[in-house]
């Protein structure tokens, strides 16, 4: 198992879990961030670089790594 440390680098995988600050959402960060890899689109295992949190409810980045950021709110199309 590997567990992801250090600063995003040029190929690494960027993964956006919305509704990621729900416990769900959460687990799946932590079972992505142990891993520390991901198999990408062309089919080669990849690093992950950021794991995103996109929810509408807050959650505090101190309960992850440096690599998880949360983004808060809604996700509803604009009508014009």
């Known amino acids: ?15 956006v879990i919305v509704g990621g600050c ?5 687990c799946l960060a932590r079972e992505i961030l142990r891993r520390g890899r991901l198999t990408g689109r062309d089919g080669t295992l990849q690093r992950v670089g950021a ?11 101190a309960a992850f ?6 983004a ?5 199309a604009k009508a014009k």
């Open 51 to 61: 794991v995103v949190l996109a929810d509408i409810a807050a959650q505090d980045e």
């Open 22 to 26: 729900g416990f769900l959402g959460q």
């Open 65 to 70: 790594t440096e690599l998880v950021k949360v």
């Open 72 to 76: 808060q709110g809604g996700l509803e």
């Open 1 to 15: 198992t590997a567990v992801v440390h250090g600063a995003m680098h040029a190929g690494d995988l960027k993964v």
